[in-house]
């Protein structure tokens, strides 16, 4: 191959890259991105939880959780919650009692899945997870 071939087929390749990013760029989400229910796992310092999430498009959830800490299993809660989505894809949500907790996550693969920070006012733990659709 020549090297101008080359070079024509190595700026098809970079102008095929730059479009399906300008596609992902210009994706907007919103609450009807999040629906269904998706597994759940988190971790932080002395801490493991595992649990089942369904959203129902629309800025409402329910949660199961089964949570270890320091070794010790906890009563597996169940909840609810709001979520809110915003256009580029991250979230804000609020889970209520018995939990009492709040997290920002971000969207990733068209909704199949997300990842969350626990950002709860006042919570001296670091705690992070991920979700896939089930």
């Known amino acids: 191959m020549s090297l101008k071939n080359r070079l024509l087929q190595l700026t ?13 760029d210009t994706q907007h989400c919103s609450n009807a991105t999040l629906h269904g229910s998706y597994g759940f796992h988190a971790t932080g310092t002395g801490f493991v939880a595992i649990g089942r999430f369904v959203f129902d498009g629309s800025g409402g959830l329910t949660g199961k959780l089964f949570v270890r800490v320091n070794g010790n299993n906890m009563a597996p809660p169940v909840f609810t919650g ?11 949500d609020n889970w209520g009692a018995p939990i009492n907790s709040t ?3 971000v969207i ?4 199949k899945g997300y990842f969350i ?3 709860t006012l006042g919570s001296g733990e670091t705690i992070s997870g991920e ?3 089930q």
Not at 12 to 24: E, F, Y
Not at 108 to 111: I, K, N, T, W
Request: proline share 3%; with cysteine; charged share 15%.
């Open 82 to 92: 709001t979520y809110s989505v915003s256009p580029d894809c991250t979230v804000t």
């Open 108 to 111: 990733v693969d068209d909704g």
């Open 103 to 105: 997290h920002v996550s």
């Open 12 to 24: 098809l390749v970079v102008l095929s890259l730059a479009i399906g990013m300008q596609a992902q």
């Open 131 to 133: 979700a896939r659709r």
């Open 117 to 119: 920070l626990n950002n």
